[in-house]
């Protein structure tokens, strides 16, 4: 006899609380815990948002970075019932501020995301490969980061007439960046999470 797992739709995930510390994403309506990541992984996404964010002061750009903390509603399957939770998010300043009374995810009618980044583990390879850069580029979102420490390789995916571009960097080669054109970071930098 197999138990079955209640699907939830998207305004029940907004209120659900199990009442742990658990983060969740919401995948086909089922609940998929997000693990914390090594400190690796943290250390990854924290670089990258303190580096967006000072390429966003020196283009003058009113936007802003935030690891962990912003959802991205997202289509899977034709149904709307899927939220994802990049490691980390470029949005302007304005949709920021938007969030700071309501659940903090990018609705399907709002502007997408200037730009989200995922920092694979070994639990989310091929989501983030495949899934994730399927619902993006769905979703409009202009740039999409899969940063690898696994396979020592940031791919930087940039929409094209709906689909990404991909273009890999490793070791000491500059990446290239349709968002932060002046952007002065290696691969490996970024994999190291130091300048």
């Known amino acids: 006899m197999t138990a079955t797992t209640k699907k939830l739709t998207f305004a029940e995930y907004l209120k659900y609380n199990d009442g742990t510390d658990t983060q969740y994403e919401l995948v086909d309506g089922e609940l998929i815990p997000m693990s914390l990541g090594t400190g690796k992984h943290g250390s990854i996404a924290k670089f990258l948002e303190r580096s967006f964010d000072d390429e966003c002061a020196k283009m003058g750009k009113n936007w802003t970075a935030q690891k962990f903390s ?36 990018i609705e399907l009618n709002e502007t997408p995301p200037i730009l989200v980044v995922e920092v694979v583990s070994e639990a989310t390879q091929t989501t983030d490969y495949r899934s994730k850069r399927s619902e993006y580029a769905v979703l409009e979102i202009p740039e999409y980061w899969i940063v690898d420490p696994i396979q020592k390789i940031v791919t930087v995916c940039t929409l094209v007439e709906g689909f990404y571009d991909a273009m890999a960097f490793q070791g000491k080669e500059l990446i290239n960046s349709a968002t932060f054109l002046q952007l002065n970071l290696t691969a490996e930098q970024v994999l190291a999470a130091k300048k």
Do not use: I
């Not at 289509?75 to 920021?96: F, H, I, K, N, Y």
């Open 70 to 105: 912003v959802g991205v509603r997202s289509p899977r399957g034709g149904r709307w019932d899927t939220s994802r939770v990049p490691d980390v998010v470029v949005l302007t300043a304005e949709q920021w501020e938007a969030l700071a009374h309501r659940e903090a995810v």
